[in-house]
């Protein structure tokens, strides 16, 4: 599977998972908007290098892409220490972080580095 196809996917799982959450707890409400923003930016992001210009603006895509990754991490890390739903946000974990290896590995690739 592509990781255009994996963020697409991880990205339905996301909003899949966000909308579950209790949206009475305030601080659900306000990192479910921070995550559902950096997760999708993630496929955004891969989409918007496959119509790069050049391979520098690919490169420069993929790493934004990476760093949204990232920033999902973080988001889901927090919520896993605060909430109960600790099964579903290991395994959104786990594939954010496959997700992530794949664009490190694309980007360190495209810049000679491999």
Known sequence: MSAKEKSYNFSKDIILFINKLDRKIYSNEVIGRQLLRSATSIGAN?????????????GN???HA?????????????????????????????????LSKILAASILTIRGKR
């Open 46 to 58: 891969i989409i918007e290098a496959q119509a790069g210009s050049s391979k520098k603006d690919f």
């Open 66 to 98: 990476l760093k949204s990754a990232n920033e999902t991490k973080y988001w889901l890390e927090l919520l896993n220490e605060t909430s109960r739903d600790e099964v579903e946000i290991k395994k959104l974990l786990q594939d954010v972080t496959g």
């Open 61 to 63: 895509f993929l790493s």
